[in-house]
């Protein structure tokens, strides 16, 4: 079956870097767009990025770019996002979702358990 | 960027009832709205995609109807699980935004 799982969180200074990766696993990865989301503690959902199925095209919520870039290697089944210049209300839980295209538009079918990424001194 | 705004934020039900959630898009988004439930917990779950489309799997007294800006999600009789918060998303372009959320709580 689909099975995504994050990992890279953990707890960072304002201002540094931090790299979260996404396996893949159970499906063709290299045939889908794969984007991140997040969700603040007790907030709701953000889109924050998606890359195309052969990483040939990005893009970013306003709130993340020139700070975040998405990535991915699709001989290796794993997605990235390089995470800079990190503020405090960057706080969330992140998670890989794999986009799912229909005819009646995409929808994001499968999710990964999330990894914490916590900004604060 | 096209804004998703849910109504109510908030929602007080008993199992059996009737429950429906609207969202409007900021401008024309077509059918490319999805809705998704989430638990406490849990990793958020499609129900419904391009407005109307059940996700395979997901119970038949989920339902979604609209088009253009405002739309519909309908849970025709509520089950005890079916407390849980509700987003919707719409698809038409970049960025994929969502709803603030709706919270269905049991009275």
């Known amino acids: 079956q689909v099975l995504l799982v994050e990992s890279g969180g953990g707890v960072v200074q304002p201002g540094r870097s931090l790299r979260l990766s996404c396996e893949a696993s159970?499906?063709?990865?290299?045939?889908?767009?794969m984007h991140w989301v997040r969700q603040a503690p007790g907030k709701g959902l953000e889109w924050v990025a998606l890359?195309?199925?052969?990483?040939?095209?990005?893009f970013y919520a306003d709130s993340v770019k020139g700070r975040f870039t998405i990535s991915r290697d699709n001989s290796k089944n794993r997605l990235s996002l390089q995470m800079s210049s990190l503020r405090s209300e960057d706080t969330a839980l992140y998670y890989c979702?794999?986009?799912?295209?229909?005819?009646?538009?995409?929808?994001?079918?499968?999710w990964g358990q999330g990894t914490l990424v916590t900004v604060s001194s | 960027d096209i804004q998703m705004t849910q109504s109510p934020s908030s929602l007080s039900a008993s199992v059996g009832d009737r429950a429906t959630i609207t969202c409007r898009a900021s401008?024309?988004?077509?059918?490319?709205l999805n809705w998704y439930q989430q638990k406490p917990g849990n990793v958020p779950k499609v129900l419904i995609y391009?407005?109307?489309s059940l996700q395979s799997g997901v119970p038949s007294r989920f339902s979604g109807s609209g088009s253009g800006t405002d739309f519909t999600l309908t849970i025709s009789s509520l089950q005890p699980e079916d407390f849980a918060t509700y987003y919707c998303?719409?698809?038409?372009?970049?960025?994929?935004?969502f709803g603030q959320g709706t919270k269905l709580e049991i009275k």
């Open positions: 979702a794999r986009e799912r295209g229909t005819v009646r538009g995409p929808h994001f079918d499968d």
């Open positions: 159970g499906f063709t990865f290299g045939s889908y767009t």
């Open positions: 890359i195309s199925y052969d990483g040939s095209n990005d």
């Open positions: 401008q024309s988004i077509g059918r490319y």
């Open positions: 391009g407005a109307s």
């Open positions: 998303q719409h698809s038409y372009s970049t960025p994929y935004s």
